[in-house]
């Protein structure tokens, strides 16, 4: 049952999904990481999974924050999309809470705890990014190795669910990555991303290249895991329209700062949706788009 | 059921009116199970959040109740009650549109009611 003691020992757990009350994740059990959440020490866990606070980040060499005083909070187990235009930080947040990068200022808290280079954080994150260039060296191997890659780094990970996956999005298991289609690499980065069951789940722009079946595949798999494991997912895309109905909450920014953070219920007005108000919130002065 | 939802409307009223909708046209008749949130969740493919907060208005309503542990069920007053709620709203939703409309044609009121009658 380790994936439950994680959920617990995160202080996520399935508190705010709806059919909680029935699954199994409130059983408290002891964890490295329970005594350190529970030690009442000040980074003990608020019931938020992420927190960012006053968070500013420089890229060495340049004069602009990529982030300018970030602050945001997102809850145990909500799917929140992340949406901003090209080079509006999306990125640059997710390496933060993948524990890739410091702020230059503020603070980053996962699960309560500073990610950065935090052994005790990072296995619980996962990060899935692009990174579709057929001779990227994380291609080299068979569908397989990344699966065992998965099992040996990801304390939650679940080899059965990445199987069923693989069987799902048509990927043999002994196909090398750099010579599978754009499509079959990215889904197959996706199912690692699901099969690892990390408490945070982080997908940015994950599913490029897939096509029209294989995204709409991956969003049904997402959902029905999501139930069985309710975890904290943070998901960027451009495809708003498409995905939209994914998210329970929303995050914009633009131009390395916060612009909106809702609920997704709240936004989608009538005739609005949530499409609609990324496009009439982040539209730059002279351009203009037609729906 | 009504199979696709739209994005510029709120989600959880759609999922709501979705089961008013069965109601009404009998595919769901009082003490009949309506799906669990899941199955909504994965038909629909929207966010548990969502279909959670279309449900609980209904339940809130006393469209449906709750039989714990095993489901959700359609109360016996449904079906009048969503009736009487809908009919409240049917002439500013679908009266005045027709109306409007059939002025721009040329539709006369009478020819209208023929039409009506027609059918």
Same mark, same amino acid.
């Not at chain 2, 069920?73 to 059939?102: D, G, H, M």
């Given at each position: 049952m380790?994936?439950?003691?994680?959920?617990?020992?995160?202080?996520?757990?399935?508190?705010?999904?709806?059919?909680?009350?029935?699954?199994?994740?409130?059983?408290?059990?002891?964890?490295?990481?329970?005594?350190?959440?529970?030690?009442?020490?000040?980074t003990?866990?608020?019931?938020?999974?992420?927190?960012?606070t006053?968070?500013?980040?420089?890229?060495?060499?340049?004069?602009?924050?990529?982030?300018?005083?970030?602050?945001?909070r997102?809850?145990?187990?909500?799917?929140?999309?992340?949406?901003?235009r090209?080079g509006?930080?999306?990125?640059?947040?997710?390496? $933060?809470?993948?524990?890739?990068?410091?702020?230059?200022?503020?603070?980053?808290?996962?699960?309560?705890?500073?990610?950065?280079?935090?052994?005790? /954080?990072?296995?619980?994150?996962s990060?899935?990014y692009?990174?579709?260039?057929?001779?990227?060296?994380?291609?080299?191997?068979?569908?397989?190795?990344?699966?065992?890659?998965?099992?040996?780094?990801?304390?939650q990970?679940?080899?059965?669910?990445?199987?069923f996956?693989?069987k799902?999005?048509?990927?043999?298991?002994?196909?090398?990555?750099?010579?599978?289609?754009?499509?079959?690499?990215?889904?197959?980065?996706?199912?690692?991303?699901?099969?690892?069951r990390?408490p945070?789940?982080?997908?940015?722009?994950?599913?490029?290249?897939?096509?029209?079946?294989?995204?709409?595949?991956? /969003?049904?798999?997402?959902?029905?895991?999501?139930?069985?494991?309710?975890?904290?997912?943070?998901?960027?895309?451009?495809?708003?329209?498409e995905?939209?109905?994914?998210?329970?909450?929303?995050?914009?920014?633009?131009?390395?700062?916060?612009?909106?953070?809702?609920?997704?219920?709240?936004?989608?007005?009538e005739?609005?949706?949530?499409?609609?108000?990324? /496009?009439? $919130?982040?539209?730059?002065?002279?351009?203009?788009?037609?729906? | 059921?009504?199979?696709?939802?739209?994005?510029?409307?709120?989600?959880?009223?759609?999922?709501?009116?979705?089961?008013?909708?069965?109601?009404?046209?009998?595919?769901?008749?009082?003490?009949?199970?309506?799906?669990?949130?899941?199955?909504?969740?994965?038909?629909?493919?929207?966010?548990?959040?969502?279909?959670? *907060?279309?449900?609980s208005?209904?339940?809130?309503?006393?469209?449906?109740? *709750?039989?714990?542990?095993?489901?959700?069920?359609?109360?016996?007053?449904?079906?009048?009650?969503i009736?009487?709620r809908?009919? *409240?709203?049917?002439?500013?939703?679908?009266?005045?549109?027709?109306?409007?409309?059939?002025?721009?044609?040329?539709?006369?009121?009478?020819?209208?009611?023929?039409?009506?009658?027609?059918?």
């Amino acid at each position: 049952m380790e994936r439950e003691e994680m959920m617990e020992a995160t202080g996520c757990g399935a508190e705010r999904t709806p059919e909680s009350t029935s699954k199994p994740f409130a059983v408290n059990t002891s964890g490295a990481l329970t005594e350190s959440a529970s030690a009442g020490s000040e980074t003990s866990h608020t019931g938020y999974a992420i927190e960012f606070t006053d968070v500013s980040l420089r890229y060495p060499g340049t004069r602009e924050d990529a982030l300018h005083k970030v602050s945001f909070r997102l809850p145990c187990d909500t799917i929140c999309g992340l949406f901003g235009r090209n080079g509006a930080g999306k990125t640059s947040i997710m390496a $933060l809470l993948a524990g890739l990068r410091q702020p230059s200022a503020g603070t980053v808290r996962v699960f309560g705890q500073d990610p950065f280079e935090n052994t005790s /954080i990072v296995p619980h994150v996962s990060y899935i990014y692009l990174k579709n260039a057929p001779d990227d060296l994380m291609n080299a191997y068979k569908a397989r190795r990344y699966l065992q890659m998965g099992a040996l780094f990801r304390p939650q990970w679940d080899g059965d669910y990445a199987r069923f996956l693989l069987k799902r999005f048509d990927i043999p298991e002994k196909k090398t990555a750099s010579k599978m289609s754009q499509g079959q690499r990215a889904a197959l980065r996706c199912v690692i991303g699901l099969a690892s069951r990390a408490p945070l789940s982080i997908f940015d722009e994950a599913y490029l290249g897939m096509d029209a079946v294989y995204r709409h595949l991956f /969003i049904d798999e997402l959902l029905a895991d999501y139930l069985r494991f309710p975890r904290t997912i943070l998901f960027s895309t451009h495809y708003i329209s498409e995905m939209e109905r994914l998210f329970s909450e929303v995050l914009i920014i633009d131009d390395g700062r916060v612009l909106l953070h809702d609920e997704a219920d709240t936004l989608r007005k009538e005739g609005q949706s949530l499409a609609d108000l990324f /496009i009439s $919130l982040t539209l730059k002065e002279g351009e203009s788009y037609d729906a | 059921m009504r199979q696709a939802l739209d994005n510029d409307r709120p989600l959880f009223l759609q999922i709501k009116e979705l089961i008013e909708d069965a109601i009404l046209t009998g595919e769901l008749a009082p003490d009949d199970q309506i799906p669990s949130n899941s199955q909504l969740v994965s038909t629909y493919g929207v966010n548990p959040v969502t279909v959670h *907060k279309g449900v609980s208005l209904l339940l809130d309503e006393g469209i449906i109740y *709750k039989r714990r542990g095993i489901g959700m069920y359609v109360s016996r007053e449904a079906p009048e009650r969503i009736r009487t709620r809908y009919q *409240k709203s049917f002439r500013a939703e679908y009266i005045e549109p027709l109306l409007e409309r059939a002025v721009l044609l040329g539709i006369s009121i009478e020819e209208l009611g023929r039409m009506m009658g027609e059918r």
